[in-house]
């Protein structure tokens, strides 16, 4: 398994060639922050209630020649500040590289696959995922995009 440094200067080089266009993305998001509110958790912490949210995102490409599969994954939870009305958010994120023929969207099977993460590796992880939006909002054919909604069921 790879270490977190290693990941890291894996994607810098991943962003460089992207942007100079040498690099093709397929990228597949499954989320459930475009849900309904009552068709999301709701957890109660110290007297706070959270709505939770998960997303999920694979991002595959072919890199020296190789398959490079890395999926992510990020819950949020948000809850109403008392008094403002304004909502204060948290976040946990996990990153998970697996064999290739395994793209599901499941923490339990993703589990045995993580990397360790610092907050240097995730800004990565975001510059990527922001190149890769802004190269799809101007060129829709520059990268495969497929969002669909998430289920989020929290187990006891």
Known sequence: MKKQEELYR????????TKDG????SVEV???????????????ENG???TVDECYVSYYCKYRG??????????????KQAGSGENRVTSSNMVFLPPLGLRFFDLHT???????VSNV????????????????????????????????????
């Not at 190789?66 to 809850?79: G, H, L, P, S, V």
């Not at 975001?126 to 497929?146: I, N, P």
Request: hydrophobic share 40%; aromatic share 10%.
């Open 10 to 17: 894996e994607i810098t080089e991943m962003i460089k060639a």
């Open 22 to 25: 040498t690099l093709r993305w």
């Open 30 to 44: 499954q989320t459930t922050e475009a849900n309904p509110p009552e068709e999301k958790p709701v957890e109660e």
């Open 48 to 50: 706070t209630a959270w």
């Open 66 to 79: 190789r398959d490079f599969c890395m999926i992510t994954y990020e819950m949020i939870k948000t809850a």
């Open 110 to 116: 993703l589990l045995p696959y993580s990397v360790e």
């Open 121 to 156: 590796l995730l800004d990565a992880i975001h510059r990527l995922w922001v190149l890769l939006l802004d190269m799809y909002k101007t060129d829709k054919g520059s990268v495969y995009l497929d969002v669909s909604p998430g289920t989020l069921v929290i187990e006891d």
